[in-house]
């Protein structure tokens, strides 16, 4: 029941982001309601598709739908007010990604994959709802710039659950574990400005 609601909150923060996003880029109602659908789902649906779990999630349970559209016509309502609200929306970005990581690596998992691949399955799960966002609204995805850590932040977490789970740890704390690692390394990187090393000679 707590994943399912963290589900559910990360689910709307991701909708939000997406409706800020594409109104940011003056888009059309039509392409408000598909930037925020794509970042919402995007990660999961490109999850299942590759791992074969057809038709994918949102397709069977309607629940995701229909808090989609909910939170569209919320965040265009109070569009004016959530602009205030980015930290908060950070947070609930922060734990979405958080969760999100760890739900990839379990359907990893629950199809048999190397945990490398879980890891992977995990990183795409949280991030690429957001690549396919930014590249919609002709962005380089956040994720691809030095502006924040943001994918690397999954792929620690991942890894930490396996790590977790080597240890005399229960395998739901180690689940937990590895979520909130996750959402602390994001969180001091963004505080203190940690980014990867730059592979050029001048940063602009």
Not at 38 to 61: F, K
């Amino acid at each position: 029941m707590l994943y399912q609601t963290i589900d559910i909150l990360g689910t709307v923060a991701f909708t939000i982001s997406g409706v800020l996003v594409a109104m940011e880029k003056r888009l059309d109602l039509f392409g408000v309601l598909i930037i925020a659908f794509v970042t919402a789902i995007g990660g999961g649906t490109l999850r299942d598709l590759l791992i074969g779990n057809t038709p994918v999630v949102w397709m069977r349970d309607l629940t995701y739908v229909v808090t989609i559209f909910i939170a569209v016509v919320f965040a265009i309502i109070f569009v004016k007010q959530l602009k205030y609200l980015r930290k908060s929306l950070f947070l609930f970005d922060t734990i979405g990604i958080g969760l999100y990581t760890m739900i990839g690596v379990e359907k990893g998992l629950e199809a048999d994959l190397l945990p490398i691949m879980c890891i992977f399955l995990g990183t795409m799960t949280a991030c690429f709802g957001g690549v396919i966002r930014d590249m919609l609204c002709n962005e380089i995805p956040i994720i691809f710039r030095r502006k924040e850590i943001y994918a690397t932040t999954c792929i620690v977490g991942g890894a930490s659950y396996f790590l977790f789970v080597e240890l005399p740890i229960k395998e739901g704390y180690a689940y937990i574990a590895a979520i909130v690692v996750v959402i602390t390394l994001r969180l001091l990187a963004v505080k203190y400005d940690i980014r990867l090393p730059s592979v050029y000679e001048k940063e602009p």
